[in-house]
């Protein structure tokens, strides 16, 4: 397969080509997410407008959610390219890229250069990556160093190149600058756990131990030692015990899951591929991946499939015993998942391994299912086919998507058809251009499609709101999104009763109420002021129509 390019530069020049292609196009064409984008950029902004590096703020309140590295990345961003949406995810897009080559080189390092090309493709293609790609928060930046801090371990003690460990040190320091302490806990729990599994634990007690944790030190402390010290702790407090403490031990904002929450992730995060999964763990186990082990040099041997379920098991279980669940919390052991269907893969292309006929075309049948199941879900989400339960909160227009279900489908059959033909690099290579314009169209297009129903950005622009070098009050009652503040450029006040709007609204100062539109029918009548509505939009998440109502 590609035997055109068949050289590192070559799938350097597929992987960048794919890579772009998922994760540019329409990258700013969708307005900011909320909560995490509209917190995320507008941080970024703030800090950029103040001049403050340290101090992380958010409605110009400090913000103790997550680290400074992401706002860094932004402001670069914003200053290069201006302040908008294409900026504030580009950082997300470029750390999404570096993964994908750390992948290859990883899997082209443990298992040949097809395996690392085929990873490489695997993971960009997947749903929940591709998606991390185009959102502006700090997981794929952390999933980036996560990466680069394990492809570090790896050489460092299985390549018997001990100096690279060191330079894990200066990588775990940034990932717990891009989100905290998971970027070094993690990363070091899965070397522990595959050294003991090695017999080898015994290696960590070296002088280049103290030498990896003295760089990672230099890295990560100085900004924390002084952002504690210029809020007097209150970040560290925030941030600590309830973002990462308080968060772990009990769920945070109603996002909880049972213990087994994670493998209903990976089937939808890491699809389509995810209909391979189980065949390429069933693979990596046993006498199976002995026999593989058996076809690699001796330095790797068993390690390489030692080292990735210790990195799957670690990522997993941990996260599975959290209190608070979300999806993206366990995108850095996608690469390893990546890695085993893509082993998995090049085993069955080489003729090395051999599977069952039956498993193929299981899996091939599941991955026709995911199709059926994206042309159902889209048909719902649109209103074609009516569910009472979701009255009120459907996306009309979404259905005609219900056409990309399609692809898992044809590419399940054109791989069924080629492998009858013992055509297998065709197979693959069905299964891989499907994958790129299944996940692809979603992740460009997709994201446009609702933007429609997003409120914040139309109604600013609507309204007219975004007036820097105005004198001008915004303010909102029982309805608030982070991206307002991002759209208004200002200040929003949260307001919280009644009387509060109605002195707001009497104030000399132009001034913009952001309210759900029932909200504003019962007011209405009660403002005794000139005042007039601006805009009226419908909005994603609350699901109600929002107006935006001005004394002017």
């Known amino acids: 397969m590609f035997q055109n390019l068949h050289h590192r530069s070559g799938h350097y020049a597929l992987l960048l080509t794919v890579a772009l292609g998922l994760f540019v196009t329409n990258l700013g064409s969708a307005s900011l997410w909320d909560i995490d984008e509209g917190n995320n950029s507008e941080a970024a902004r703030e800090m950029m407008e103040s001049g403050n590096w340290v101090i992380p703020t958010f409605n110009y309140a400090l913000r103790v959610d997550k680290p400074a590295l992401l706002y860094w990345l932004q402001i670069g961003a914003y200053r290069v390219l201006g302040v908008n949406e294409f900026a504030a995810r580009l950082p997300s897009a470029l750390a999404a890229l570096a993964a994908i080559l750390l992948t290859y080189e990883l899997a082209r390092c443990m298992f040949g250069s097809t395996t690392g090309l085929l990873a490489g493709i695997i993971l960009a293609s997947t749903a929940g990556f591709c998606a991390s790609a185009h959102f502006a928060n700090p997981d794929a930046l952390l999933n980036a160093f996560t990466l680069l801090t394990l492809f570090l371990y790896w050489q460092s003690f299985v390549c018997g190149k001990p100096g690279w460990f060191v330079l894990s040190g200066v990588s775990a320091g940034l990932g717990v600058l891009a989100k905290g302490p998971v970027g070094l806990v993690l990363p070091f729990g899965v070397l522990c756990l595959f050294l003991l599994w090695s017999g080898k634990l015994r290696m960590l007690w070296s002088r280049r131990t103290v030498l990896t944790a003295l760089a990672f030190l230099l890295v990560a402390l100085p900004w924390y030692i002084l952002v504690a010290t210029e809020t007097k702790a209150e970040f560290l407090r925030g941030f600590i015990l309830k973002h990462n403490v308080g968060r772990y031990l009990s769920p945070m904002e109603n996002h909880r899951g049972p213990i087994y929450y994670y493998l209903g992730v990976l089937v939808l995060g890491f699809a389509p591929w995810s209909a391979l999964v189980g065949l390429a763990g069933w693979a990596s186990l046993g006498r199976r991946a002995r026999e593989d082990a058996g076809t690699m040099p001796d330095l790797q041997s068993i390690a390489a499939y030692r080292f990735i379920w210790s990195w799957i098991i670690v990522y997993i279980v941990f996260f599975s015993l959290a209190g608070t669940k979300l999806p993206n919390y366990i995108l850095p052991a996608y690469a390893a998942i990546a890695i085993l269907v893509a082993r998995l893969l090049d085993r069955w292309n080489s003729q090395s391994m051999q599977l069952p006929s039956w498993a193929f075309v299981l899996a091939l049948s599941l991955l026709a299912l995911i199709g059926v199941g994206a042309i159902i879900a889209l048909l719902v989400i649109g209103g074609a086919i009516d569910l009472p339960k979701l009255q009120g909160k459907q996306l009309p227009g979404l259905e005609y998507w219900a056409v990309l279900g399609s692809l898992p489908i044809l590419g399940a059959g054109a791989a069924w058809w080629y492998s009858r033909r013992l055509q ?12 790129v314009v299944f996940v692809g169209s979603l992740a460009a297009w997709g994201s446009s499609a609702l933007d429609a129903y997003k409120a914040p950005r139309a109604l600013v622009e609507l309204a007219q709101a975004q007036q820097t070098e105005s004198e001008i009050r915004i303010g909102c009652y029982q309805y608030f999104q982070p ?14 009763s009644e009387e509060k709007v109605l002195e707001f609204l009497k104030n000399p100062l132009p001034a913009y ?25 419908r909005d994603l998440y609350r699901h109600c129509d929002v107006v935006v109502v001005t004394n002017r």
């Open 483 to 496: 991206s307002l503040v991002f759209y208004c450029r200002r200040e929003v006040h949260s307001l919280e």
């Open 424 to 435: 297998r690099a065709r197979a693959i290579g069905a299964l891989a251009v499907m994958a």
């Open 513 to 537: 109420l952001f309210t759900p539109a029932s909200v504003w029918e019962s007011l209405e009548g009660k403002i005794a002021t000139e005042h007039r509505v601006l805009a009226r939009r």
